[in-house]
């Protein structure tokens, strides 16, 4: 069993920055995922990296503003927002991968974007 809980949204304005930790108890070293969910539209995934750090995917819209990384001594996996957008509003999720499927998801953090 893991718990992950996602911590670091909020309310800021255009071109601003925000960091999302994706804090893990229990096993460190699942492959992650972080996913995005607006309001009326599907979950999307936003980027992946693998127990050992290896960043597998990153979504075409984030490309160049986000990264993903890991701190496995301190179970916990970051997203790093720079640049933002109106339209990278949404609820943003963590989820560890067990035997290739999402198994595990945190409860999510708000990020709003003004412009």
């Known amino acids: 069993q893991v718990q992950l809980v996602e911590s670091g949204g909020g309310l800021v304005q255009t071109g601003e920055s925000l960091r999302l930790s994706c804090a893990a108890s229990?096993?460190?070293?699942?492959?992650i995922g972080w996913f995005r969910q607006a309001p009326g539209k599907s979950r999307e995934v936003v980027a992946r990296i693998t127990g050992t750090g290896m960043i597998t995917d990153i979504a075409d819209s984030v490309k160049g503003r986000f990264t993903v990384s890991r701190d496995n001594a301190k179970n916990t996996v970051y997203l790093q927002m720079n640049s933002l957008k109106p339209e990278d509003t949404a609820l943003y999720s963590c989820a560890a991968e067990v035997g290739g499927r999402y198994e595990y998801w945190g409860q999510g953090t708000q990020v709003t974007v003004s412009s």
């Open positions: 229990g096993r460190s070293n699942y492959a």
